[in-house]
């Protein structure tokens, strides 16, 4: 009998001093900051920080391009290969996310692992783009993934809440890169 009695007030206690120990503001708070809404606003102020940081990289890169002096090829080129000289030194045109696109992909958390050119855990867009994948196909890419189109990336998880419409906005945008 008494077993029971101090199983019970174990279990009580317990009980009692994880309510207290989880039920002060300053816990609360700091939940709320991990877990609650907080969460969400730490991820917009780093994608926010991220896109800031690469559009100084991107700027910076450009005008360091603008104020590097044309140097002169050492040797004659045919007429052909001048034009083509300058075209390959230049890095590939980087296009902003639209704001419309944008929202969408913040909203669906599409920024957590992919980027418009840059791998970050899943394949860049960029990269998605040169599969050539009609937005249908991109619709059910989102739904049901099949990892072995991209080998060497981790695995996507089905995205099945995504509504078509939003998915056909970004696939649409996705085949403009």
Not at 71 to 80: D, V
Request: aromatic share 6%; proline share 8%; hydrophobic share 40%.
């Amino acid at each position: 009998m008494t077993l029971k009695k101090s199983a019970s007030l174990a279990l009580m206690a317990l009980a009692v001093s994880f309510f207290i120990g989880c039920s002060s503001k300053e816990n609360r708070d700091k939940y709320d900051q991990w877990y609650g809404s907080g969460s969400k606003a730490r991820e917009e102020a780093a994608l926010v920080k991220l896109q800031n940081d690469r559009k100084t990289a991107i700027e910076k890169a450009e005008a360091e391009a603008a104020a590097k002096p044309a140097t002169p090829a050492a040797t004659p080129a045919a007429a052909g290969d001048s034009a083509a000289a300058p075209a390959a030194d230049a890095a590939p045109k980087r296009k902003p996310v639209p704001a419309e696109v944008s929202a969408l992909l913040n909203k669906h958390t599409c920024f957590a692992c992919h980027q418009a050119y840059d791998k970050v855990i899943g394949p860049a867009y960029s990269e998605v783009a040169k599969k050539k994948y009609t937005a249908d196909q991109i619709v059910e890419l989102v739904h049901n993934p099949k990892p072995e189109h991209w080998p060497g990336y981790p695995p996507m998880a089905p995205l099945a809440h995504v509504p078509k419409a939003d998915i056909v906005v970004i696939a649409n945008w996705i085949n403009s890169l």
